[in-house]
T-cell receptor, first 113, second 117 residues
């Protein structure tokens, strides 16, 4: 079993839709949770960073963490064609004095006009 | 304009050849990382460096080598021992590592796409 599981998609939605992207993880020791957005042939850019269970909102984006279920979600409201990208969830594990980032495989999102 | 610069954007390797990917950062970050990204897979850690003149193997270090002679530079060499080098290579940096909180957030460069001729 992978440490972080993410549905690869692709997910295709019409402009204006609410998008839900999800990841599950296996290790309860994971502390921090991140969502990165990666446009085609570009490096990932950090979208959201959360620590505790609950919701964190930033504009049209909301990150949700449920540590009891080991489930993290990213919601995108009023989706735009410019949101078309691959979304990577990531978490970290402190091991040997080093914070290792563990990534999901990414979900490809296409928002069509 | 602070950031991470990777070069070249595209690189072609002939069989038996070593090639070096460049990564430079002007964020004054102590920690730097190299990842490999293959289609349908998450990022896999090749090497990381927590401080100048020190680096550690990641999960898939075989066939790769690195150096960290300067804080701002962390070049990756793909050696001829790496039999399947075709991939997208990403360099990242963070303020630190092994610490709690936002100091561990990793910021990425634009990547280098390596192909085999």
């Amino acid at each position: 079993q992978k440490e972080v599981e993410q549905d690869p998609g692709p997910l295709s939605v019409p402009e204006g839709a609410i998008v839900s992207l999800n990841c599950t993880y296996s290790n309860s020791a994971f502390q921090y949770f991140m969502w990165y957005r990666q446009y085609s042939r570009k490096g990932p850019e950090l979208l959201m960073y959360t620590y505790s269970s609950g919701n964190k909102e930033d504009g049209r984006f909301t990150a949700q963490v449920d540590k009891s279920s080991k489930y993290i979600s990213l919601f995108i409201r009023d989706s735009q064609p410019s949101d078309s990208a691959t979304y990577l969830c990531a978490t970290n594990l402190l091991s040997g004095g080093y914070n290792k980032l563990i990534f999901g495989a990414g979900t490809r999102l296409a928002v069509h006009p | 304009d602070g950031g991470i610069t990777q070069s070249p954007k595209y690189l072609f390797r002939k069989e038996g050849q070593n090639v070096t990917l460049s990564c430079e950062q002007n964020l004054n970050h102590d920690a730097m990382y190299w990842y490999r990204q293959d289609p349908g897979q998450g990022l896999r850690l090749i090497y990381y460096s927590q401080i100048v003149n020190d680096f550690q193997k990641g999960d898939i270090a075989e066939g790769y080598s690195v150096s960290r002679e300067k804080k701002e530079s962390f070049p990756l060499t793909v050696t001829s021992a790496q039999k399947n080098p075709t991939a997208f290579y990403l360099c990242a940096s963070s303020i630190g590592t092994g610490l709690a909180g936002r100091r561990n957030i990793q910021y990425f460069g634009a990547g280098t796409r390596l192909s085999v001729l």
